[in-house]
């Protein structure tokens, strides 16, 4: 398994499309399908388990950047068969089988020559995946397809205001994993309540502010969108990329709040992981 602990970052290809190649570089790798088995299990928080898989099939995996994800299959209900994506000359073909059961998770940093591959999952009740990651045991499988390709963000700015839900904790622990020393971060992160935070990489000169829920459901507030905006009114100086991932609306507020302080499409990438009520979300939707 290929991996890059240090390697320059990545985001959704989504967020890559309309940036210039000098800001964000898409590198594409080869499309594989994997069958992988779950070697142990890790509780991150009381709503968040680490799930490492491996298995031969984890051979020639490479993933870059921070926002790097795959598409992982379960089966439809804990026990029961898996359908696995189908590849032919390196396109997905049963795409429209009814029996697969995929949602898009993000690949964790893990050690070079590491024959595992981490994937940090929200448990909640609402859907297959969150479930799954409830009762997730070690000697389950799932599948994986991707990443598709990595995307190169910049490492080189002098601050990064950092946001996201528990959905996207996963990437930014990879943030966290990748920024030199000199960099400074600033990050919202919002959970569901005091004790649901994350332990967080040192190493980095980093403010971190935890917005909690407090009984709101999640994707019910305007916590995130509300505390970029307050850090807005005064904008570091220097150089700034901002970097943004969970609930879809919540998302867009942010991305509404950073083009009102005037800051161009340069400096940010953003990506709505989720939206409330949608099963399986399409983040490359315009909406996301
Ligand atoms: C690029 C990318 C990377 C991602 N990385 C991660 C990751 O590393 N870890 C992770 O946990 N998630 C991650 N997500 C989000 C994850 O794919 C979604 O949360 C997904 O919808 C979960 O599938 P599900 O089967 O549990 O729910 P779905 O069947 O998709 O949705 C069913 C219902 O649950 C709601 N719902 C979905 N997610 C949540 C949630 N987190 N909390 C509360 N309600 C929810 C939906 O709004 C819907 O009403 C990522 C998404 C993208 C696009």
Request: charge should be negative.
């Amino acid at each position: 398994m290929t991996a890059a602990p240090t390697a320059p970052g990545t985001t959704a290809p989504s967020a890559l499309a309309e940036r210039p190649a000098d800001v964000v570089r898409r590198v594409p790798l080869p499309l594989a399908a994997r069958r992988l088995t779950v070697q142990r299990v890790e509780e991150l928080s009381p709503t968040m388990r680490r799930v490492a898989l491996g298995g031969p099939d984890l051979d020639g995996f490479e993933a870059h950047g921070p926002a790097d994800h795959v598409k992982v299959f379960f089966p439809e209900e804990p026990g029961s068969e898996l359908t696995m994506p189908v590849l032919t000359e390196g396109r997905w073909v049963n795409r429209d089988d009814a029996t697969l059961v995929y949602r898009d998770y993000t690949v964790r940093t893990v050690a070079a020559g590491s024959d595992e591959l981490l994937i940090d999952m929200v448990v909640h009740e609402h859907g297959p995946a969150g479930r799954w990651a409830a009762q997730a045991e070690p000697g389950q499988v799932l599948g994986t397809l991707g990443p598709r390709g990595s995307a190169i963000m910049p490492l080189d700015r002098d601050t990064y205001l950092l946001a996201a839900d528990e959905t996207g904790v996963p990437a930014l622990l990879n943030w966290f994993d990748r920024l030199p020393e000199e960099a400074y971060v600033r990050a919202f992160v919002e959970v569901g309540e005091p004790g649901h935070e994350v332990d967080l990489p040192g190493g980095v000169r980093a403010e971190v502010t935890w917005l909690y829920r407090n009984g709101t459901p999640a994707g019910g507030t305007t916590l995130l969108q509300d505390a970029v905006g307050a850090a807005l009114v005064q904008p570091p100086t220097g150089s700034l990329w901002a970097w943004a991932a969970g609930e879809a609306s919540a998302v867009r507020a942010i991305r509404a709040h950073l083009a009102a302080a005037g800051m161009g499409r340069d400096s940010y990438a953003m990506t709505g992981y989720w939206r409330r009520g949608v099963a399986n979300f399409d983040h490359h939707s315009p909406d996301a």
